[in-house]
């Protein structure tokens, strides 16, 4: 057998279920057949026959863990397992549409530090998933050129596997590592012609949570070299802050294509959560460590809390995938 052209590395700390919405979408690939799938798995997670229950791929194997926090740098302990000259995490409330992977390794050249798929909000029929959305991926999302950036989206960008297995441990902090990588002259950047569908958070108190401690650890990393003097004045400016937050945000709603179906009904969800940004940043100026907690490394495993005001047809049918893929033999339905 030849070797995969692309490892997919996916933590699923919950069993069968993690792989409910996201092997769908990695088996419908152009690429499948040279996708080598690693799942990141407590001991005892999967059967060991897992490489025949799941069909359509060039591999599928366990890695075994204990831990999953910090989720980056749980994945970072699999990426020397790679056998493929590329590699992606995969979140598992993500699904990538069919070319989407194949696009991207043809567009890796030597030259590249890492190249990320375009967002799309996937359950764009709730209000505050797609206030989050503008909030935490509205970079990532359409349009965007394809132009060097060092801001990426996160948990989603395909790399040279050679490249990242030296720097394994600075997978810990992807932000970091983008700017890393493009500070040292790679191309970093987007692919325009991607589509990654991506689950937000669906109800109003995780939106309030997540963009919270958003804000807190932009503050904290933005404040790193600043004195007292400066941490306070910039604290007292927080009307200013909160009011270019909230300007920023959104103009970025009347530019990104997912929420032009409801873009008016979301300038209050929006501005609110601008605010809340801008009110995270300021307490991450008097913040003297990393605020990122383990909830919200748990949070991006939870997948089925984003399904908050989900039509019943698209709730029932995730709710009855993740049962499907608890039976003891569900690859044979994955596949079909």
């Known amino acids: 057998m030849s070797d995969p052209k692309l490892t997919l590395i996916l933590a699923s700390p919950y069993g069968w279920q993690d792989l409910a919405l996201a092997l769908p979408g990695i088996q419908a690939q152009t690429m499948a057949k040279d996708i080598e799938l690693l799942i990141i798995a407590k001991p005892g997670a999967y059967p060991d026959d897992l490489n025949d229950r799941i069909s359509g791929l060039h591999s599928v194997r366990v890695v075994e863990a204990e831990s999953f ?25 993500a699904y990538a549409e069919p070319e989407t992977y194949e696009t991207l390794v043809n567009a890796m050249t030597e030259e590249t530090g890492c190249l990320a ?20 991926h509205g970079h990532a999302a359409a349009p965007v050129s394809g132009e060097r950036t060092p801001v990426l989206a996160l948990h989603s960008a395909v790399y040279p ?3 990242l297995i030296p720097r394994a441990e600075e997978f810990g902090d992807e932000a970091k590592l983008h700017r890393t990588l493009y500070e040292e002259g790679y191309h970093v950047g987007f692919l325009p012609g991607t589509v990654l569908w991506h689950m937000e958070a669906g109800n109003a108190a995780m939106a309030f949570a997540v963009t919270q401690i958003l804000g807190r ?21 927080y009307p200013a802050i909160a009011a270019i937050s909230a300007k920023r945000y959104l103009l970025k709603l009347l530019e990104l294509k997912d929420t032009q179906h409801m873009k008016f009904r979301l300038i209050p969800h929006v501005g609110m959560l601008a605010a ?25 495993y939870e997948f089925l809390e984003r399904l908050e005001g989900a039509p019943k047809p ?12 608890n039976d003891p033999i569900p690859a044979q339905t994955a596949a079909e």
């Open 69 to 93: 926090a910090p989720r980056n740098a749980c994945v970072a302990r699999a990426i020397p397992e790679a056998r493929a000259p590329y590699f992606a995490p995969h979140e598992n409330h």
């Open 117 to 136: 798929p375009v967002y799309h909000v996937l359950n764009s029929y709730a209000p505050w998933g797609c206030a989050v959305s503008v909030i935490t």
């Open 161 to 163: 596997t050679k490249l």
């Open 217 to 237: 650890q932009f503050g904290w990393a933005r404040s790193k070299d600043w004195g007292w003097p400066e941490r306070i004045l910039r604290a007292a400016a």
């Open 276 to 300: 809340t940004f801008a009110y995270g940043e300021v307490r991450g100026y008097f913040t003297f460590r990393n605020p990122w907690p383990e909830w919200a490394d748990w949070h991006e």
């Open 314 to 325: 698209d709730r029932r049918s995730l709710i009855d995938a993740v049962a499907r893929f």
